[in-house]
């Protein structure tokens, strides 16, 4: 299994993993845990990252932590919207390296690929991790999106209301797996409280709220945003780290909200999990989610968590390890904010029992396993 050290070579898979990358997501962080814990078990792994030919591959944020794995990446360089060019350069990467599995993250690679993988006589694997919803748009990508799953060997979604959506959706029960995320451990350990402040540039003497995520409204940053007026009484200030095509409504909505003072912008910051001792409480205000691992970040760190119970967020958290609100709902994670800082010990220790429900259930053994014994079922 992936959790042991050296498999015997008659057990050894060949993996390629393939994923459009962002500068950093969710998807990012679990292609990095899968290819560097496939790795270390002895498995032959490599990470193609279709990247269009304006980005800077060298600098890309996706690419250090692999090759510092030691896993092998492979750019596949193609002008946007280039699908012809960029099914013919994985139909190649395939026959070249004959894979056991091809096992693709994210919609673009699971609609322009896939299909041309498994033409190539390739089993496909692919992890879904949810949907954004939005514009008319990006409907319509969806349900393409949607159909294409259809034609998997193996669909995993990261939570067990995301399964249940996928089978009402087409992908047929037999090839769909409920796999939450797991919390392979960074090399590296959180700061210290005062250094991470410090990074920061956290005000003394506020009560510091964290929000970490994509700009996008899915991630409902803006109902944030609308409960901070509920709070002003609090000598607090917030903390929004992540980019995203909303920052600059955000931004406005924030000015007219009169929060000019009190709401930071930090953008991408590296490393981030190091980061969230500084967080007196982090805020997750999605309107939903798969498994998220921000707040796998936030448990580690035993960061108190106020988050909407939507997706798979009831699964990892009790409400006795965090405290849970509905979505989109300004009032209830204002008042939950409140009672954080209210009572910080309370809070304290429901963020004790989260690190050590991280530790019991969120493990990345079990979880390798588990996508081990997947990608033997369509071998």
């Known amino acids: 299994m992936f959790h042991r050290e050296g498999v015997t070579e008659s057990d050894r898979l060949s993996v390629l993993h393939l994923i459009a990358p962002g500068d950093v997501g969710g998807a990012e962080r679990v292609v990095h845990a899968l290819a560097s814990g496939q790795r270390r078990a002895g498995h032959r792994v490599t990470v193609g990252a279709v990247l269009s030919n304006g980005a800077d591959h060298r600098s890309h944020p996706f690419l250090a932590p692999l090759e510092r794995a030691g896993v092998e990446t492979i750019l596949l360089r193609v002008p946007p919207r280039a699908y012809r060019r960029e099914r013919s350069a994985c139909v190649e990467l395939c026959r070249r390296l004959r894979p056991d599995v091809v096992h693709t993250h994210g919609i673009r690679v699971d609609v322009v690929d896939a299909a041309v993988a498994r033409r190539a006589g390739m089993p496909t694997v692919t ?15 969806e349900r393409l999106w949607r159909r294409a799953l259809r034609g998997f060997d193996a669909v995993v979604a990261v939570s067990r209301p995301l399964a249940r959506d996928l089978e009402r959706t087409g992908v047929p029960p037999g090839r769909l ?53 509920l709070l002003a009484d609090l000598p607090m200030v917030v903390s929004v780290v992540g980019d995203g095509r909303g920052r600059p409504q955000l931004q406005a909505a924030a000015a007219r909200l009169g929060l000019g003072d009190r709401v930071r912008w930090l953008g991408n910051v590296a490393a981030a999990g190091r980061l969230f001792t500084a967080f007196d409480v982090f805020a997750l205000s999605s309107r939903t989610e798969g498994t998220p691992i921000v707040l796998f970040e936030a448990m580690a760190t035993s960061t108190p968590i106020v988050a909407s119970a939507v997706g798979g967020v009831p699964d990892v958290l009790a409400p006795q390890e965090a405290l849970l609100v509905g979505p989109d709902d300004p009032a209830a994670l204002a008042q939950a904010i409140r009672a954080v800082h209210a009572d910080p010990a309370a809070a304290a220790d429901r963020a004790r029992r989260a690190q050590q429900r991280l530790g019991s259930e969120f493990a990345p053994g079990p979880w390798l396993e588990r996508y081990e014994r997947i990608y033997r079922s369509v071998g």
């Open 127 to 141: 992890t879904v991790h949810g949907f954004t919803g939005g514009d008319f748009k990006m409907w319509v990508y």
């Open 177 to 229: 797996h409920a796999v939450p995320n797991a919390w392979p451990a960074d090399d590296l350990p959180p700061f210290p409280r005062y250094e991470a402040r410090q990074q920061l540039a956290v005000p003394d003497g506020r009560f510091h709220v964290g929000w970490v995520g994509r700009l996008t409204p899915e991630k409902g940053a803006d109902v944030l945003l609308a409960a901070l007026p």
